[in-house]
């Protein structure tokens, strides 16, 4: 057997499974169609290592424990990629929440184990990086973290490669056989097709997630999902007192203007997508939205033309009903019984990467045999 496990994908879920696993003792392949580590999601997200505050509002109080279980984890582990940051979340007079159910909120945050929070007083509004002051009730302080999302995913890898996990980038996975005792792992890479012999395989193939399971023989069942495209853009200047949670005029919901490499990053959208996730990227309209959102809060006046860079990636949703902002955030782990060597991650978040791997990691115990 070449592998004990093989990974499909280099995104946060695959370096983060290859590092459980192969601190756990276990042999680590990761197959990896582009050339280098989180190249689909994982570098397109909004970079927060956050609780999800709004996840309060829909009732996810054990997602919102967890994400702050992991959170105080990766500001101990990773502190030179993880960092907390205060986050100002302004109430005006035409925002949805009042700021008596904002702080109810940011004290349900505290007690489930976030940092201190307060009232910034209005002789200070000023400092607030030209957010507008007209009709501003209220403004909270609150901490919450922020991670170069690339730059972690390559870190988790490289701790699994220093752990012995074997990477193969622009390497493509083409399909998967398995039986009773193993999977056989067709692979395409630089030195054509390869053939492996895995114990078990982890679909970590964020947004190609069914693609995936498609390929795999016999066919196991999927689960329905819906991708949900989210756009950033980046602006010139940069905000100094950190993270603004802005309340979209347009549907009232949550966009984020974050300090960015010296620039200002602001996301994000949600919209439907079909087709192709490699294809996926940002569209006019989207980037028109946040640039109001943006224009609204700040009275900055910028335009298309101002936008410096913008990037889109896919969440991965069960699909349902609603909107995709109301549908639940929680991480599923999908294995068929007639194929339960294949085991598939759907959905998640970079902040429980790690609770997510070990997660995979007891599911797999019946099927992983040491080599
Ligand atoms: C807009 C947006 C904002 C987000 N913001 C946050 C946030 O602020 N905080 C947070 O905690 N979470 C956030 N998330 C969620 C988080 O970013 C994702 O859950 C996470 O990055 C998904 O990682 P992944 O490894 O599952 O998928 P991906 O990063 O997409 O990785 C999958 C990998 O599999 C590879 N692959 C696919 N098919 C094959 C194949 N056949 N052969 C070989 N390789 C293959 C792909 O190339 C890719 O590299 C956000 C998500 C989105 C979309």
């Not at 570098?43 to 999800?52: A, C, M, T, Y």
Request: some cysteine; aromatic content about 8%; proline content about 5%.
């Amino acid at each position: 057997m070449d592998a004990d496990i093989l990974v499909v994908g280099a995104g946060i879920h695959g370096a983060a499974v290859a590092h459980a696993a192969a601190r756990d003792g276990y042999r680590v392949r990761v197959v990896e169609q582009y050339a280098r580590p989180a190249e689909g999601t994982s570098s397109r997200s909004s970079k927060l290592i956050h609780g999800g505050l709004r996840y309060l509002e829909s009732g996810q109080l054990r997602l919102v424990r967890e994400c702050l279980r992991e959170q105080r984890a990766l500001l101990r582990e990773r502190p030179a990629l993880v960092k907390l940051v205060p986050f100002y979340l302004p109430v005006y007079r035409h925002t949805s929440r009042p700021a008596w159910k904002i702080a109810v909120g940011l004290w349900l945050y505290r007690l489930l184990g976030g940092h201190r929070f307060r009232r910034i007083p209005a002789r200070e509004w000023a400092t607030l990086d030209g957010l507008d002051t007209r009709e501003l009730r209220a403004v909270f302080r609150y901490f919450d973290a922020q991670t170069d999302d690339r730059a972690l995913t390559a870190a988790v890898l490289a701790d699994a490669r220093a752990l012995g996990a074997v990477v193969a980038f622009d390497t493509r996975l083409e399909g998967i056989e398995c039986n009773a005792a193993r999977c056989r792992v067709y692979c395409h890479g630089p030195a054509g097709t390869e053939v492996l012999t895995a114990a078990c395989v982890v679909n970590a193939a964020g947004p190609w997630v069914n693609r995936v399971l498609a390929r795999v023989t016999p066919r196991p069942a999927m689960r329905e999902i819906e991708l949900v495209q989210g756009t950033h853009i980046i602006v010139p200047g940069a905000l100094t007192r950190g993270i603004y949670y802005l309340e979209a005029p347009q549907d009232r919901r949550a966009v984020f203007a974050m300090p960015w490499k010296g620039r200002t990053l602001i996301g994000t959208t949600e919209t439907p997508y079909q087709g192709d996730p490699a294809e996926v990227h940002p569209l006019a309209e989207e980037q028109a939205y946040l640039l109001a959102v943006y224009n609204r809060y700040f009275q900055r006046g910028l335009e298309q033309a101002d936008i410096e860079d913008a990037f889109a990636g896919l969440r991965v949703l069960p699909a349902g009903e609603g909107s995709a902002f109301s549908r639940p955030r929680e991480t599923i782990l999908h294995r068929d019984d007639t194929v339960p060597r294949v085991l598939s991650i759907y959905g998640g978040k970079l902040t429980s990467h790690a609770h997510t791997a070990r997660q995979v990691m007891k599911r797999l115990a019946p099927v992983l045999t040491r080599g």
